[in-house]
């Protein structure tokens, strides 16, 4: 079968020590894709703190992390099945790590949950499956890790399964499956496990090979412009292709102002005669004729964007000052970058309890998570955040710093 141009993004969330950065390390040397310098090197780390192999030390890469035995930091890092590639966002789960978390989150495709066998659902696990709710995750694979701590119980298997399952349901969560594993001894990562013969269900990396990417490069056409130069004399737009494929020659409309314009030449650095540019694509064009072009404006190669100064939104308030309704606000979208304020907070919730904590409300305070309508100052271009994720998750600065990281409902 031949290897997929693209990765697939994958995030891994879950309660603190339940496991995830071991399961990483574990899926990177099961699949052939550790350096035998850092396997090395975990090897040394793990004899110098006097501990068996840890598989943790691939991922927490800071010698902080190894001492304090925590994940910091979003990481990124590949591996590869037979089928494809993947690159797998590491989410932090300590409660003060949740703001990086939020944005190794919204990068993914699909999702790991994994949860310990031993000591079930936690805070942290509640506070990861709500934002996962809140993003609209559909592909999401649980995993109960440790199943060796609970001595390979398909009963608490089994039990853990359906609460998981009651909870899950709650948000709106519907996980393809629920997969037993013990990532520090490989059982059921990449290959079955005897000691689980009990079950028949897929391994990790199976499960992972049953998703699918969400095909953004066969989206239409959604170009951000990042900014204009004059070269020899002529206008030229540089920007990123965040979704489709745009052709040397074709109308495309200019938004918000939905002005149609065609386009003359694309630019690539060191090629000539370029007559094609495609998704993550970094690139300079020229138009046909004379316009008023100018940074944030997204060329599209529909009509389909919202397009409105208006948003509905779900938001996870990170700033601890909290905010009140009508506090001035920055919103960044891609390119875009426009003065709002929140004018109306229709409910906001705790995800540590997800319970609704009140309807109507007149401020949010930090980590919690609303459901809110933006007043922008302009209009903006933007799209629903499960059809082109980088057109549908924005950010919200309250006096130049970020305060809210947001998705466009």
């Known amino acids: 079968m031949l290897m997929e141009e693209r990765a697939l993004p994958i995030v891994i969330v879950g309660h603190v020590d339940h496991g995830k950065s071991t399961l990483i390390g574990r899926l990177l040397y099961d699949t052939g894709c550790l350096p035998p310098d850092k396997f090395s090197e975990i090897q040394h780390s793990s004899e110098t703190l006097g501990r068996n192999l840890e598989f943790a030390f691939v991922m927490d890469c800071f010698e902080e992390e ?52 031993f000591e079930g659902i936690r805070d942290q696990t509640r506070r990861h499956a709500y934002i996962l709710g809140m993003l609209g995750f559909k592909q999401v694979c649980v995993l109960l890790n440790k199943i060796d701590l609970v001595h390979y119980s398909q009963d608490k298997f089994l039990s853990l399964k359906g609460e998981v399952i009651d909870f899950l349901n709650q948000l709106n969560v519907h996980p393809t499956f629920i997969l037993p594993i013990s990532a520090i001894h490989g059982d059921n990562v990449a290959k079955p496990s005897e000691k689980i013969s009990w079950f028949d269900g897929p391994t990790v990396l199976q499960a992972l090979d049953t998703f699918e990417p969400l095909k953004i490069e066969e989206k239409p056409l959604r170009f951000p412009i990042q900014d204009i130069y004059t070269i020899d004399g002529k206008k030229t737009i540089v920007g990123r292709i965040e979704a489709g494929e745009l052709k040397k020659g074709q109308s495309v409309y200019l938004l918000p102002e939905k002005k149609k314009v065609e386009v003359k030449e694309i630019k690539k650095f060191l090629e000539k005669d370029v007559s094609i540019a495609h998704f993550e694509e970094s690139i300079g064009i020229r138009l046909k004729g004379r316009h008023r072009v100018k940074r944030g404006q997204i060329l ?60 109507d409300a007149s401020s949010i305070k ?44």
């Not at 208006?310 to 606000?329: H, M, S």
């Not at 970058?337 to 004018?343: A, G, H, K, Y």
């Not at 903006?380 to 970020?402: Q, T």
């Open 366 to 409: 930090g980590a919690e998570v609303a459901d809110v309508l933006l007043q922008l100052d302009e209009k903006v271009a933007v799209d629903p955040f499960n059809e082109i994720p980088e057109m549908g998750r924005f950010v919200l600065e309250k006096e130049g710093r970020p305060a809210a990281g947001g998705i466009i409902l």
């Open 66 to 117: 190894r001492s304090r035995g925590i994940t910091i930091d979003t990481t990124q890092t590949f591996f590869k099945t037979p089928k494809r590639r993947y690159v797998i966002i590491d989410a932090p789960g300590h409660k003060e790590f949740l703001k990086n978390m939020i944005t190794g989150s919204s990068q993914a495709e699909a999702a790991l949950l994994i949860i310990d066998a």
């Open 300 to 359: 599209t190669a529909d009509l389909s964007s919202w397009i409105s100064d208006q948003i509905k939104a779900n938001i996870f308030w990170l700033d601890p000052t909290g905010y009140r309704v009508g506090e001035a606000l920055l919103f960044r979208c891609v390119t875009q970058e426009v003065p709002c304020r929140i004018d109306k907070i229709n409910r906001k919730f705790d995800p540590a309890s997800m319970e609704l904590t009140e309807e």
